[in-house]
């Protein structure tokens, strides 16, 4: 923690159930398939909005998983942190 950084607090208004916030690292979608293709915003995108339905922990389970189906048995190069808020 930096002792010098002023914290700004965060706030929206209007927020309807169902709607999801979704935090991640880049090391999700930076994540390469044996081939070199990334994993990509845009099929972490599509994951999210496929299962924008269920759970904010199966959504996160999913993305998990699917990461881990992608790069099947590739280092990974970089962390992988996602936070998944649903409206209830």
């Known amino acids: 923690m930096d002792k010098d950084y002023v914290y700004q607090r965060q706030h929206r208004d209007g927020l ?21 293709e990334m994993f990509g915003k845009e099929r972490f ?17 999913t993305i998990f998983q699917e990461h881990a189906d992608f790069t099947r048995g590739m280092k990974t190069e970089d962390d992988i942190t996602l936070v998944i808020v649903k409206i209830v």
Do not use: Y
């Open 45 to 61: 995108k599509d994951t999210i909005r496929r299962n924008a339905s269920q759970s904010a922990e199966t959504i996160l389970t």
């Open 16 to 36: 309807r159930a169902n709607q999801l916030i979704v935090l991640g690292t880049d090391g999700i979608w930076e994540g390469s398939s044996k081939t070199g």
